[in-house]
């Protein structure tokens, strides 16, 4: 692998990202699989960079997950689409930061069209006129909040207390990256790094200290892609996906994945024990599962939040062999404790798959 | 004596300027390489015979008389208008009036870099169809980036060419019998090795293609798979899986190799600068218009203005030849 020729390809995929004052919106799907990602992230950006992030409790979904489960139409879509930026102009805001992957693929797409047909435009704001009797200005910037981290991972490296680097030998920890679909393949131009070699994530644990590992099968599915999974009888492709990527990434040995995309990490996590349990096949070291980050919690890790205020112990894969390499202490006691320290109790122990 | 000034000192430059100069046309040949011969002078054989390349060279050198003026590293930097001639001036500081014009600049390989699934410059194994070219010429073995002899070779057809994400939709007409041609080079250097080509439709249009189409199968069991790649990866040994459909078989399919061939078509030339200044038409697909694509395909909207070779379009060394004596003769009875 020449990491010159990638560095070639990274500098022709670099694109804007705003500094400051963002809009910002939440996904469907996040807030149950992976709790406490989001919080994570404004508090990154509120108490950490001092950035000014709004949040407006009237938002929506963006559609996007019934729009490409073919549930509703584009005009829908455009519509719910155009009240969300409703919201952000009533805010002052033009910088809008969605959570969501396919809802940053489908904001980009909406604006695409909206330039190429703006007679869709037109239509979208008569349509969310008539329903809702709003208006709206387009977003000066849409970065998706994986971008926001990229473009401050260094000011977080800066800050951090730990580092993606054992901290017994002092070699890097060595990572596996994976992007949602809808992130550049798209439109490449919009995803830092571009579709075939993104370097979003890559960027970031570069910055973090650790070594991206590329695997052959880096590019295909993480096992959600809406129809696998939405459509119960298609489960059989999701998990078959997210195996070839095990078996793919497995013989080098990676410490951890990281992703940028709801979907993903939950398949990647969940999946590892579901095949434990199916096949009995483990893919990380003696026995337990290979941890599975959202970028906002391997930059909570990276400085210094306590891993359950993180809501790792949420995760099916444990990610204490992580810690331990990483040094971040943690304690087992609190791991099952609620805010208000109520006990959550315990999770049923798997079968195979080894967890702490 | 009339003048002609001839830019590009590829194929079609110097059997054109050989023929005009036959003709007792004054010609000044300009090339920005340090040498006349283009491409000619990368590549080793030629189909459909495996004749030397440096063989047809020297046959189009020895047209190259000392009245021709000769003048390489240099390129046209303006280019005017004034009545029936033309001022024009080199990169080097030379400066001359020309009665008539032939733009021969050719083409330029398609830059493989822009297939980005393909790894092209980022996996230590793929190479294109001019760098294997350029081995085989050197009289080099070809080897893996470690040194090995590879075992298993994969063929990529239409690479930029016929391929909307590129923005090239024209067959690059040379491409799939340069891949057989090589695929039986592969194959004659090591017997052992498998080569498999992956192929959208095989375009063996000219005399004797099929012929060597059928010897690559039969006499050399190179793996034609009618499948265009999806991706290629490389796995931790270096080697290179692909991805692709066998459309014949309409199932997937999923290969390792040691070593991927791509092969890069024909875009325009990026010395075709002079149609700005001489206001000059292009396709859509950026190569050169004619004037009239049966009757006067040498002549351009431009009186005076003559094209040959593979600025006008793909073609093979055989046409392009052909086109040049054609333009000669064109420019020959313009200047009557």
């Given at each position: 692998?020449?990491?010159e020729?990638?560095?070639?390809?990274?500098?022709d995929?670099q694109?804007e990202?705003?500094?400051?004052?963002?809009?910002?919106?939440?996904?469907c799907?996040?807030?149950?699989?992976f709790p406490?990602?989001?919080?994570?992230?404004l508090?990154?950006?509120?108490?950490?960079?001092n950035?000014?992030?709004?949040?407006?409790?009237?938002h929506?979904t963006?559609?996007?997950?019934?729009?490409?489960?073919d549930?509703v139409?584009?005009?829908?879509?455009?519509?719910?689409i155009?009240?969300?930026?409703?919201?952000m102009?009533?805010?002052g805001?033009?910088?809008?930061?969605?959570?969501?992957?396919?809802?940053?693929?489908?904001?980009?797409?909406?604006?695409?069209?909206?330039?190429?047909?703006?007679?869709l435009?037109?239509?979208?704001?008569?349509?969310?006129?008539?329903a809702?009797?709003?208006?709206f200005?387009?977003?000066e910037?849409?970065?998706?909040?994986?971008?926001?981290?990229?473009?401050?991972?260094?000011?977080?490296?800066s800050?951090?207390k730990?580092?993606?680097?054992?901290?017994r030998?002092?070699?890097?920890?060595?990572?596996?990256?994976?992007?949602?679909?809808?992130?550049?393949?798209?439109?490449p131009?919009?995803?830092v790094?571009?579709?075939?070699?993104?370097?979003?994530?890559?960027?970031?644990?570069?910055?973090?200290?650790?070594?991206?590992?590329d695997?052959p099968?880096?590019?295909?599915?993480c096992?959600?892609?809406?129809?696998?999974y939405?459509?119960?009888?298609?489960?059989?492709?999701?998990?078959?996906?997210?195996?070839?990527?095990?078996?793919?990434?497995?013989?080098?040995?990676?410490?951890?994945i990281?992703?940028?995309?709801?979907?993903?990490?939950?398949f990647?996590?969940?999946?590892?024990?579901a095949?434990?349990?199916?096949e009995?096949?483990?893919?990380g070291e003696?026995?337990y599962?290979?941890?599975?980050?959202?970028?906002?919690?391997?930059?909570?890790?990276?400085?210094?939040?306590?891993?359950?205020?993180?809501?790792?112990?949420?995760?099916?894969?444990?990610?204490?062999?992580?810690?331990e390499k990483m040094?971040?202490?943690?304690?087992?006691?609190?791991?099952?404790?609620?805010?208000?320290g109520?006990?959550?109790?315990?999770?049923e122990?798997?079968?195979?798959?080894?967890v702490y | 004596?009339?003048?002609?000034v001839v830019i590009?000192?590829?194929?079609?430059?110097?059997?054109?300027?050989?023929?005009?100069?036959?003709m007792?046309?004054?010609?000044?040949?300009?090339e920005?390489?340090?040498k006349l011969?283009?491409?000619?002078?990368?590549?080793?054989r030629?189909?459909?015979?495996?004749?030397?390349?440096?063989?047809?060279?020297?046959?189009?050198?020895?047209?190259?008389?000392?009245d021709?003026?000769?003048y390489?590293?240099?390129?046209?930097?303006?280019?005017?208008?004034?009545?029936?001639q033309f001022?024009?001036?080199?990169?080097?500081?030379e400066?001359f009036k020309?009665?008539a014009?032939?733009?021969?600049?050719?083409?330029d390989?398609?830059?493989?870099?822009?297939k980005?699934e393909?790894?092209?410059g980022?996996y230590?194994n793929?190479?294109t169809?001019?760098?294997?070219?350029?081995?085989f010429?050197?009289?080099?073995?070809?080897?893996?980036?470690s040194?090995?002899k590879?075992?298993?070779?994969?063929?990529?057809?239409?690479?930029?060419?016929?391929?909307?994400?590129a923005?090239?939709?024209y067959?690059?007409?040379v491409?799939?019998i340069?891949?057989?041609?090589?695929?039986i080079?592969?194959?004659e250097?090591?017997?052992?090795?498998?080569?498999?080509?992956?192929?959208?439709?095989l375009?063996?249009?000219d005399?004797h293609?099929?012929t060597?189409?059928?010897?690559?199968?039969?006499?050399?069991?190179?793996q034609?798979?009618r499948?265009?790649l999806?991706?290629?990866?490389?796995?931790?040994?270096?080697?290179v899986?692909?991805?692709a459909?066998?459309?014949l078989l309409?199932?997937?399919?999923k290969?390792?190799?040691?070593m991927?061939?791509?092969?890069a078509?024909?875009?325009?030339?990026?010395?075709?600068?002079?149609?700005e200044?001489l206001?000059?038409?292009?396709?859509?697909?950026?190569?050169?218009?004619?004037?009239?694509?049966?009757?006067?395909s040498s002549?351009?909207?431009?009186?005076?203005?003559?094209?040959a070779?593979?600025?006008?379009g793909?073609?093979?060394?055989?046409?392009?030849?052909?086109?040049?004596?054609?333009?000669?003769?064109?420019?020959?009875?313009?200047?009557r």
């Amino acid at each position: 692998m020449k990491i010159e020729g990638k560095k070639r390809l990274w500098q022709d995929y670099q694109k804007e990202i705003a500094t400051d004052n963002y809009f910002y919106a939440r996904s469907c799907i996040r807030q149950n699989f992976f709790p406490a990602s989001e919080k994570t992230f404004l508090r990154v950006m509120r108490e950490e960079l001092n950035k000014d992030v709004y949040e407006d409790p009237r938002h929506t979904t963006c559609s996007g997950i019934v729009y490409h489960s073919d549930l509703v139409t584009m005009d829908t879509t455009m519509t719910v689409i155009a009240r969300q930026f409703s919201l952000m102009t009533e805010s002052g805001r033009k910088n809008y930061v969605p959570s969501c992957i396919t809802s940053f693929g489908l904001y980009t797409e909406v604006l695409e069209m909206w330039e190429h047909f703006p007679e869709l435009e037109t239509k979208a704001r008569e349509m969310l006129w008539k329903a809702t009797g709003r208006e709206f200005e387009k977003p000066e910037n849409v970065a998706h909040a994986s971008d926001i981290i990229y473009k401050f991972r260094n000011e977080i490296a800066s800050r951090g207390k730990f580092r993606l680097v054992n901290h017994r030998t002092g070699q890097p920890l060595r990572g596996v990256e994976h992007i949602g679909c809808h992130y550049s393949k798209m439109f490449p131009h919009k995803g830092v790094g571009g579709a075939e070699y993104p370097y979003v994530l890559v960027g970031m644990i570069e910055a973090f200290g650790g070594e991206v590992v590329d695997y052959p099968e880096r590019r295909h599915c993480c096992g959600f892609g809406f129809r696998q999974y939405v459509v119960k009888a298609n489960r059989g492709f999701s998990i078959s996906s997210s195996r070839k990527k095990f078996e793919s990434m497995a013989p080098y040995k990676p410490d951890f994945i990281l992703t940028n995309c709801p979907g993903c990490p939950y398949f990647l996590d969940r999946w590892q024990y579901a095949i434990s349990e199916m096949e009995g096949v483990t893919y990380g070291e003696n026995g337990y599962g290979i941890p599975v980050l959202t970028y906002e919690e391997l930059a909570g890790l990276v400085l210094g939040y306590d891993p359950w205020d993180l809501g790792l112990q949420t995760h099916q894969v444990s990610v204490e062999p992580l810690l331990e390499k990483m040094g971040i202490p943690y304690n087992p006691a609190t791991k099952y404790l609620g805010a208000q320290g109520q006990d959550l109790g315990r999770p049923e122990k798997p079968s195979v798959l080894k967890v702490y | 004596m009339k003048h002609v000034v001839v830019i590009g000192g590829g194929v079609a430059g110097m059997e054109a300027s050989a023929k005009l100069s036959e003709m007792g046309v004054a010609v000044s040949i300009v090339e920005k390489a340090d040498k006349l011969g283009g491409k000619l002078n990368r590549w080793d054989r030629l189909f459909p015979n495996s004749r030397p390349a440096s063989d047809l060279l020297a046959k189009l050198q020895s047209g190259m008389g000392k009245d021709i003026r000769k003048y390489v590293n240099a390129e046209v930097s303006s280019v005017r208008q004034s009545l029936k001639q033309f001022d024009i001036a080199l990169s080097n500081g030379e400066d001359f009036k020309a009665d008539a014009i032939l733009i021969s600049t050719g083409f330029d390989v398609f830059d493989a870099h822009r297939k980005e699934e393909y790894g092209y410059g980022i996996y230590d194994n793929v190479i294109t169809s001019a760098d294997l070219e350029k081995t085989f010429r050197k009289g080099e073995t070809l080897k893996t980036a470690s040194g090995k002899k590879p075992q298993r070779v994969g063929i990529i057809h239409c690479v930029g060419s016929r391929d909307e994400k590129a923005g090239n939709n024209y067959c690059s007409k040379v491409c799939c019998i340069t891949a057989v041609k090589q695929a039986i080079e592969i194959k004659e250097q090591n017997p052992e090795a498998e080569v498999f080509c992956f192929y959208m439709d095989l375009r063996m249009y000219d005399r004797h293609f099929e012929t060597i189409y059928k010897e690559a199968q039969v006499k050399h069991g190179i793996q034609f798979i009618r499948g265009r790649l999806s991706e290629a990866f490389e796995n931790a040994d270096g080697s290179v899986m692909l991805k692709a459909e066998d459309t014949l078989l309409g199932k997937p399919l999923k290969i390792n190799v040691d070593m991927v061939v791509l092969m890069a078509g024909m875009v325009p030339s990026s010395g075709n600068r002079v149609k700005e200044q001489l206001n000059l038409t292009v396709a859509e697909d950026g190569f050169f218009n004619v004037a009239d694509a049966h009757y006067e395909s040498s002549g351009t909207n431009v009186p005076g203005v003559f094209v040959a070779g593979a600025c006008t379009g793909p073609k093979t060394m055989e046409n392009t030849i052909n086109e040049a004596r054609s333009a000669a003769l064109a420019i020959k009875e313009y200047l009557r």
